[in-house]
């Protein structure tokens, strides 16, 4: 399964896996809040929460009050709720949003003194590159929906996700040389979104660059009026959601693993990848319904 040999080769334990209902719902100590991250939650409740419903797992950041930092704990808590029942044919794509106004303000500086010792701050940095490397890992995409402020490893989540659309309000910043600690880690998903000489500006000056600039410099896919922005993200979702699971996931792991390629190197890949595609019965399928002029009945098997 996609889900273990992701955590076998981060050496890390698995969640205990929980059958879902009809509604495809998440347990329900992960169902706190709706899309936009309204409603209360439980007070021994995690600091992220998750619905799943018509193939679209919506987790929110929900620890408003501490600026949904990614504190240890928040990243654990994002971590299970992306690899919940990772290989089900229910799932099909995966919304990352925030209560409050602050998408996230990167990681718990509490947790990065002295004090907490070098073990602990390498757990959290392994952690947190565990984390964003699921992301890119997973077999479904993942849409970032941001409304407000991401910072630091805020900003290293966006630039995590497959899509990411914002709020014309948002804002990205790695202000990480401003306090002594040089955005290292996020500027690994900051170089791979934008141009190298934009992303060193933001990582040397720790200046913000607002939502049209991280659409310009490709931080973002779409940016979009605040009050449309759960409309537009839910669009996108919902066409990904109507589409063969096996085909996008054939599709996203090409995509990634052709990208650092040379030229020959990356058409030798896809090539192969569109020849397997077409060994799918949905590739079969949505051929056969094109040829007959009729809509496609996907099966999201496999094979």
Not at 14 to 42: K, T, V, Y
Not at 222 to 236: G, S
Not at 272 to 295: H, P, S, W, Y
Request: hydrophobic share 45%; charged share 20%; proline share 6%.
């Amino acid at each position: 399964m996609v889900a273990v040999a992701v955590l076998q080769a981060f050496g890390a334990k698995g969640p205990l896996w929980l059958r879902r209902g009809p509604w495809a719902q998440l347990p329900a100590r992960f169902c706190s809040g709706d899309l936009a991250g309204a409603g209360r939650r439980e007070s021994d409740s995690r600091p992220t929460s998750a619905r799943q419903l018509d193939g679209i797992r919506n987790i929110v950041l929900s620890n408003p009050k501490k600026r949904n930092a990614l504190s240890l704990a928040m990243l654990k808590s994002l971590r299970s709720d992306i690899l919940h029942d990772a290989d089900s044919n229910d799932l099909k794509v995966i919304i990352i949003s925030a209560e409050g106004p602050v998408f996230s303000s990167g990681h718990d500086l509490k947790e990065l003194t002295e004090e907490q010792g070098r073990d602990y701050h390498a757990e959290v940095f392994q952690t947190c590159a565990e984390v964003m490397m699921l992301i890119r890992n997973h077999p479904v995409p993942v849409i970032a929906m941001v409304n407000g402020l991401a910072t630091a490893a805020g900003c290293q989540l966006v630039a995590s996700c497959d899509i990411a659309v914002a709020s014309d309000k948002s804002s990205f910043t790695t202000p990480g040389v401003n306090i002594g600690l040089f955005c290292s880690t996020p500027g690994v998903a900051l170089a791979r979104a934008v141009p190298k000489k934009v992303a060193l500006e933001m990582l040397f000056t720790g200046e913000p660059i607002s939502a049209q600039e991280a659409l310009l410099h490709g931080l973002l896919s779409k940016v979009v009026p605040e009050a449309q922005l759960q409309e537009e993200t839910m669009r996108i979702a919902r066409k990904i959601a109507s589409l063969s699971r096996p085909v996008v996931s054939l599709g996203k792991a090409t995509f990634y693993k052709q990208l650092p390629q040379d030229l020959g190197t990356a058409y030798y890949l896809t090539s192969q990848a569109m020849v397997d595609n077409l060994a799918l019965r949905d590739g079969q399928e949505g051929i056969t319904a094109f040829l007959q002029k009729r809509k496609p009945i996907w099966s999201h098997e496999p094979a």
